[in-house]
């Protein structure tokens, strides 16, 4: 019988093993020395200029081995005018290998700057700064200024939402799903939102061998499933835990709102870190009025119960203060490539809160989802979030 | 447990995309343009050769005029045989770390300076090592057959006698006339044809500039111009020239895609004979303006020693290479060795 057993095992891992190894065979059949098969065609190199930082006399450029072959830097040029340079840690790019090229220059304040770089076969890649102005330099006086827009942004409008509280309470049970409904659309709208960004941000900053697109959809659907795995589990053990459905549905909300937050703070930060101010106060503004409408979406859901005050402000603090957190990274340490991830969690977050309400909304209303209340309920919530957004 | 491992297969990819490699080696020098020195620990991107490690020698090409193997003609006419070989296969390093795919007559862009004397007879025999068709087309006075446009000549050995008689007096270009011209121009196929009058022109210390431009990335826009093909070479490795010298320059513009180009010399005026066919100056200055294959002979002295740049006028141009340097020796105060005039 053992012996059965153990041949059966030994039986059944080698048959998930022995696909692999043809697999292998193929593989090393194709690629592997001496074949000649996919000798054709000639593989173009390219390299992505990532990042242009405006430094005290010197300006500093990061570049990336974006193609599929390595390359060596060659030259740097500014609007096309050669200039000497350093490049560092040194001049061979393998693959998505990265390199720090800086070129002195005495570069002028807002004025725009063409910096190309040309590699070992002549071609030369060129990114446009639309204005150049002084990298920031991460200093606490900063990192300050960042937490209080992060406050301004996150933290206050959402509490301010939350003050609608008292509002929902006292409202009929059609006008309270009717609430439900509009944080579907509040949330729906910022999901498609979120994505629209991390396309956005991967379409202008992102090598295409990163194909943005779906990398956007791989991040936001794993983010989903996450989520959507974890929030079970939540509201499994809510009773449990001593939370009530609800509760645990409005905590999912902050924490997919946060998440969401995050991707703005970046937003801010980078806006700021690329010093473009002007841009920075109008997103400010426009994110404030934004995100009261985001304080209603947590509130709805909490409005049956009762002595949550402290809850309420926690999660206020939960959904707001990410945005703080997002200005530092998006400020100090930005770069494109962890923005369109943090985007896509967050785009995954909100979708998968979406899922948790309108379940809520199903049971509340007997399994029927085409009744006024939900439908104006979601229309209004997408159209206040879209006039809103109009501001940004 | 799926949410943690989709977190850190998140985190790990975010972090992997962003490493630096952190090699580090000892750190070195470099002197900007505006004459700043800069530190880097990294390797240095200059345009320049420190050392003289260059495929093609623009010092050695400057003053290397060739005037063929001589042979008399039973009339008592001088006859000059040359032979030209073209290829199209070679790749130069054109600027440090830069290399482009070069199509030369007997190796080198430009080809070799061919020079006669007016009256005598040029024989070229043209072979063909390249891939395409090129022909030899000179600019001068020849009959039809022998003008290098009707008659390609097929690669891999296919052979061409073109043969004339030298003139106008006068400095020419040759180049390759087999379209798409704008290509087999630009990849190199050009020189220097040099008639000189039956009565020499006064001794002076001569030279050839080709003024030209490299298209490394064939969108139609030169990235590199240069006075004989190698950016920035004569700026770190200056001409040398002495006090109270005649110096006579053959300059011939075979920059394309832009229309023109200068000639600018600093600290001087020159006389300038426009296509060298007149023996009189047309012009006393020091900015001369040539299209394409415009050229003329510069005659100029310095009267005073030290280093004087000479560049293209058209900034664009000299700050992608086509910049230099005379350095002028002063022939009063110390005894040079005699420098080797090309004749």
């Known amino acids: 019988m053992e012996v059965s057993t153990k041949s059966s095992k030994v039986k059944l891992i080698a048959s998930g093993v022995i696909p692999f190894l043809f697999l292998i065979i193929l593989m090393a059949y194709i690629f592997g020395p001496g074949s000649d098969l996919l000798d054709l065609g000639i593989p173009l190199p390219e390299i992505t200029i990532e990042k242009v930082d405006f430094i005290d006399s010197e300006i500093q450029v990061t570049v990336r081995n974006t193609g599929p072959i390595s390359v060596e830097v060659a030259m740097a040029d500014i609007n096309d005018r050669i200039q000497p340079a350093a490049v560092e840690p040194d001049k061979y790019l393998n693959r998505y290998e990265t390199a720090l090229v800086r070129i002195p220059f005495e570069w002028n304040e807002a004025e725009p700057y063409r910096i190309g770089i040309t590699i070992e076969d002549g071609t030369r890649f060129e990114k446009e700064i639309e204005a150049a102005a002084p990298a920031v330099k991460p200093s606490l006086e900063l990192a300050w200024f960042f937490a209080i827009i992060g406050t301004y942004v996150g933290i206050i409008p959402v509490m301010i939402g939350l003050l609608w509280l008292p509002f929902i309470k006292r409202i009929s049970k059609q006008k309270y799903h009717f609430f439900l409904a509009l944080t579907v659309g509040l949330l729906l709208f910022l999901g498609i939102d979120a994505v629209e960004e991390a396309l956005e941000v991967s379409k202008e900053n992102l090598a295409d061998v990163f194909n943005g697109g779906l990398l956007v959809a791989t991040v936001t659907i794993l983010s989903f499933l996450g989520l959507y795995y974890a929030g079970e589990k939540l509201l499994k053990t809510s009773k449990s835990s001593g939370l009530t459905k609800p509760v645990a549905i409005a905590l999912m909300i902050s924490i997919g709102i946060g998440l969401h937050n995050f991707g703005e703070g970046l937003a801010i930060g980078a806006a700021v870190g690329m010093g473009s101010i002007a841009f920075s106060t109008f997103l400010i503004i426009g994110f404030a009025l934004h995100n009261t409408t985001e304080g209603i979406a947590i509130a709805a859901p909490m409005s049956r119960e009762r002595k949550m005050i402290g809850k309420l402000a926690l999660m206020g603090l939960i959904a707001g203060s990410p945005a703080i957190f997002g200005a530092w990274i998006g400020g100090f340490a930005y770069s494109p490539f962890s923005s369109v991830i943090f985007l896509s969690i967050g785009a995954g977050a909100i979708f998968q809160v979406i899922i948790i309400i309108l379940n809520m909304i199903r049971v509340e209303c007997n399994n029927n989802l085409s009744n006024v209340s939900v439908v104006s309920g979601i229309s209004v919530g997408m159209v206040v979030m879209y006039l809103t957004g109009i501001l940004i | ?343």
């Open chain 2, 1 to 343: 447990m799926i949410l943690s491992l989709s977190i850190l297969i998140g985190l790990s990819v975010v972090v992997f995309f962003t490493t630096f490699s952190d090699a580090q080696s000892e750190s070195k020098t470099f002197v900007t343009h505006s004459g700043a020195m800069v530190t880097t620990t990294g390797e240095i991107l200059d345009p320049l050769y420190t050392v003289s490690t260059v495929e093609f020698d623009p010092m050695e090409y400057l003053r290397d005029f060739n005037y063929g193997r001589v042979s008399q003609l039973s009339d008592g006419t001088t006859l000059r045989e040359f032979t030209i070989i073209a290829e199209d296969d070679k790749i130069m390093e054109v600027s440090p770390g830069i290399f482009y795919n070069v199509w030369t007559f007997n190796g080198t862009v430009p080809g070799p300076t061919i020079r006669a004397t007016e009256g005598d007879i040029v024989r070229v025999k043209f072979i063909n090592n390249g891939e395409k068709e090129h022909t030899m087309h000179f600019h001068g006075i020849h009959p039809a057959g022998m003008d290098g446009v009707f008659e390609p000549v097929g690669g891999n050995g296919g052979q061409f006698v073109y043969e004339f008689e030298a003139g106008p007096v006068g400095v020419h270009p040759y180049h390759c006339h087999v379209m798409p011209l704008e290509e087999h121009i630009v990849h190199g196929l050009y020189g220097v044809f040099i008639v000189d009058p039956k009565e020499e022109r006064p001794p002076a210390d001569e030279m050839v500039m080709v003024l030209n431009g490299l298209d490394t990335d064939f969108d139609t826009e030169n990235n590199f111009y240069a006075a004989n093909t190698v950016p920035f070479y004569y700026q770190h490795h200056p001409i040398q020239i002495n006090t109270d010298e005649l110096i006579r320059i053959y300059v011939v513009n075979m920059v394309e895609f832009d229309p023109i180009n200068n000639f600018h010399l600093h600290g001087n005026l020159y006389k300038y004979y426009p296509t060298g066919t007149d023996l009189v100056p047309s012009f006393y200055t020091d900015m001369i303006t040539l299209s394409q294959t415009e050229r003329g002979i510069m005659e100029f002295e310095y009267e005073f020693p030290g280093k004087y740049l000479f560049h293209a006028h058209k900034v664009e141009f000299s700050e992608k290479g086509w910049t230099g340097i005379f350095l002028v020796n002063d022939s009063n105060k110390k005894s040079n060795q005699d420098l080797d005039y090309g004749s």
